[in-house]
């Protein structure tokens, strides 16, 4: 399958969308079609564990790779997470399930991909004949830069940088990433948001100069961000495994819809559910959550992207974002595919800050997605009452994205008081240790500064396991205390190469 830019007229495979991670002209790649399931090969999907679902999918997208040796991979990936089922289906009332994302090693969704992008950026550059190394740049807002660590640590061939907010992550999430071990590894806080660093990765990325310099020291960028598409390949298989799950169980039967509701911050997550929906998987619609960064609720209100608003630092900190990167695969899509009228908008983006759709667009968004947003005083409500009514603790992510669920279901109930809802899967995407502090929070009302003496607390009160790598942290060094401001951040790449 080939693989198109949203801004132009770039053409590649997939291999080599997963090699260069983003387009010259700074575009997104996306599949040339999206490739269907047909309903005898989803009910073929009923009987396969989960590696066998997301490699039957994935090869669809990445025909280049051998399938059995990506199965392979997917099972070695997957055996990672604890449980023995990476991606389980919840249920915890009568039509609502949680799919619970974070049994893998960082205790969040990032590792379904993460865990898998290794292998398949290091085959891409064996099918591509790319001999230099691969030095991988990540910006994070707290999970997707441990998971990339995690999953490249002490990689053949290839480094990887990760660059995080300055104060604009949690303590564990800090913890996590300054505490990794890895003989190609590095980690660099910015002076600034996580839109500061994703927009000074973006730069390096789409600057000769920077590749020039990079390749004259044998390197060549690639990303673990979601902005590639082996790292949002393989977040389409969880939703299609979730579905197949509801009918295993004689929850649904086949050809049921089914809704999904994302906690939503860079627009991968839900994205994947887009297409997801687009391949044919029998999806109602698609519940955009956000928190008080609430640029995606207004965008699918009002039909403008608009990015000059205040920042805010909640306690769902990987949701702190005001440019979302992957919006741009949607509004490629929503345009009829039009890539010039993409990067006029994109460009607009960059220098104003907005962005306008057409008419016709907002009514096809409005076709597939509800938008909303949760306060910071929404999240705590919904942690603590959701707790008090099913013992399910929830980290402040996926408090956010229930809030939101509940609320959707509640307006379509105003609409139609007898009218049979569709299931609701929430898409749970951290565990609450990863937020020990604010969950304890909401939980009790009551503050604890130290994150580790939070995480003993709630498994005092919720008797939930404490994941074995979150234990560990407490005990290891600090690696990386660098500290740098937006327009340093090339300076340091390549001190970090030599």
């Known amino acids: 399958m080939l693989f198109y830019s949203t801004r132009g007229e770039e053409k590649v495979t997939g291999a080599q969308a997963i090699v260069e991670g983003i387009a010259r002209d700074g575009?997104?790649?996306?599949?040339?079609?999206?490739?269907?399931?047909?309903?005898?090969?989803?009910?073929?999907?009923?009987?396969?564990?989960?590696?066998?679902?997301?490699?039957?999918?994935?090869?669809?997208?990445?025909?280049?790779?051998?399938?059995?040796?990506?199965?392979?991979a997917l099972r070695k990936a997957y055996a990672q997470f604890e449980g023995g089922d990476a991606a389980p289906l919840v249920r915890v009332e009568n039509g609502m399930y949680m799919?619970?994302?974070?049994?893998?090693?960082?205790?969040?969704?990032?590792?379904?991909?993460?865990?898998?992008?290794?292998?398949?950026?290091?085959?891409?550059?064996?099918i591509c004949g790319i001999k230099e190394q691969v030095l991988i740049l990540v910006a994070t807002s707290g999970d997707t830069g441990k998971a990339a660590l995690e999953g490249f640590k002490d990689a053949d061939g290839i480094k990887i940088m990760v660059f995080y907010p300055d104060d604009g992550v949690s303590k564990m999430q800090k913890l996590q990433m300054c505490t990794q071990e890895g003989s190609n590894v590095n980690v660099v806080a910015v002076k600034g948001n996580f839109d500061d660093c994703q927009t000074g990765v973006k730069k390096i990325f789409t600057s000769e100069a920077c590749a020039e310099r990079l390749l004259?020291?044998?390197?060549?960028?690639?990303?673990?961000?979601?902005?590639?598409?082996?790292?949002l390949a393989p977040q389409i298989c969880y939703y299609f495994s979730a579905y197949c799950d509801l009918v295993t169980s004689d929850q649904i039967k086949p050809g049921d819809k089914v809704n999904f509701t994302v906690p939503t911050g860079n627009f991968g997550n839900i994205l994947a559910g887009y297409y997801a929906?687009?391949?044919?998987?029998?999806?109602?619609?698609?519940?955009?959550?956000?928190?008080?960064?609430?640029?995606?609720?207004?965008?699918?209100?009002?039909?403008?992207?608009?990015?000059?608003?205040?920042?805010?630092?909640?306690?769902?900190?990987?949701?702190?974002?005001?440019?979302?990167?992957?919006?741009?695969?949607?509004?490629?899509?929503?345009?009829?595919?039009?890539?010039?009228?993409?990067k006029e908008r994109m460009a607009s983006l960059a220098a104003t800050g907005r962005y306008s759709v057409r008419a016709e667009e907002l009514q096809k968004m409005r076709a597939e997605f509800f938008a909303a947003y949760a306060s910071e005083n929404d999240t705590v409500d919904c942690i603590y009452e959701f707790f008090e009514e099913?013992?399910?603790?929830?980290?402040?992510?996926?408090?956010?994205?229930?809030?939101?669920?509940?609320?959707?279901?509640?307006?379509?109930?105003?609409?139609d008081s007898k009218a049979e809802l569709p299931p609701m899967v929430v898409v749970s995407t951290a565990s609450p240790y990863k937020f020990p502090q604010a969950v304890y929070y909401a939980l009790t009302g009551n503050d604890v500064k130290d994150s580790f003496k939070g995480i003993k607390r709630i498994n005092l009160l919720t008797a939930m396991k404490v994941p074995e790598s979150l234990k560990a942290i407490r005990y290891k060094p600090i690696l990386f205390k660098q500290s740098v401001t937006p327009d340093k951040m090339f300076d340091e790449v390549e001190k970090f190469i030599g």
């Open 27 to 72: 575009g997104l790649f996306v599949p040339s079609v999206f490739p269907q399931v047909s309903k005898e090969e989803l009910e073929r999907m009923f009987g396969m564990d989960y590696p066998e679902r997301a490699a039957f999918i994935l090869h669809k997208y990445l025909d280049e790779y051998d399938e059995e040796e990506l199965l392979a």
């Open 99 to 126: 799919l619970e994302l974070f049994h893998g090693p960082t205790c969040a969704f990032k590792d379904m991909a993460l865990t898998v992008l290794p292998y398949l950026l290091r085959k891409g550059c064996d």
């Open 216 to 231: 004259a020291k044998g390197y060549r960028l690639s990303s673990a961000n979601s902005i590639n598409f082996g790292r």
């Open 277 to 342: 929906k687009q391949m044919g998987l029998p999806v109602g619609t698609l519940v955009c959550a956000s928190n008080t960064n609430n640029v995606l609720t207004d965008f699918f209100a009002r039909g403008t992207y608009d990015s000059k608003r205040p920042f805010y630092k909640t306690m769902s900190p990987s949701m702190d974002i005001l440019v979302s990167s992957n919006l741009e695969r949607l509004v490629f899509e929503l345009s009829g595919r039009d890539a010039a009228l993409t």
């Open 390 to 415: 099913y013992g399910y603790p929830m980290d402040t992510h996926t408090g956010v994205a229930m809030h939101v669920a509940q609320r959707y279901e509640e307006q379509l109930k105003k609409e």
